[in-house]
Nanobody, 123 residues
Framework: QVQLVESGGGSVQAGGSLTLSCTVF??????MAWFRQAPGKEREGVAG????????YYANSVKGRFTISHDNAENTLYLQMNSLKPEDTAMYYC??????????????????WGQGTQVTVSS
C-alpha cells in the first residue's frame, strides 16, 4: 500500500525558513512534486522533481527561494523554503506518480497525495 507522509510545516515570520518532508512508503516514484493551496484558492504547483534524472521545475513565485530534493535511501522528498513571504501561507501537499504525463504540475494526473502540512508566514 502506497502512503505519503508529510511533516515539517509550522509558523514562521517573514524572511524565515522551513523544510518540509514527504516520506513515501510502498513504492519509489520517478515523478514527485509539491503543491500548495491557500484558503479560497486553487491548488497550485510549487516544485517538481524527476527522481531518476534529478530534473527540477519551479513555479516562478518560488524560484530562487525554494529547493526541492529527494533522498533515495530514505525515499523522502524535501522542500527547503527560504525567504518566506506571507503569500506563501498555505497547506502544502506532496504528490507522486509513475506517469510522465504528470510532469511537472498536471494536478489531475497525480495519483498519490500526502495528507498536507500547514505553513503559515506572518508579516
Amino acid at each position: 500500500q502506497v502512503q505519503l507522509v508529510e511533516s515539517g510545516g509550522g509558523s514562521v515570520q517573514a524572511g524565515g525558513s522551513l523544510t518540509l518532508s514527504c516520506t513515501v512508503f510502498g513504492y519509489s516514484f520517478y515523478y514527485m512534486a509539491w503543491f500548495r493551496q491557500a484558503p479560497g484558492k486553487e491548488r497550485e504547483g510549487v516544485a517538481g522533481l524527476n527522481t531518476a534524472t534529478n530534473s527540477t521545475y519551479y513555479a516562478n513565485s518560488v524560484k530562487g527561494r525554494f529547493t526541492i530534493s529527494h533522498d533515495n535511501a530514505e525515499n523522502t522528498l524535501y522542500l527547503q523554503m527560504n525567504s518566506l513571504k506571507p503569500e506563501d501561507t498555505a497547506m502544502y501537499y506532496c504528490a507522486a506518480d509513475r506517469s510522465p504525463s504528470t510532469w511537472p504540475f498536471n494536478i489531475r494526473k497525480y495519483t498519490y497525495w500526502g495528507q498536507g502540512t500547514q505553513v503559515t508566514v506572518s508579516s
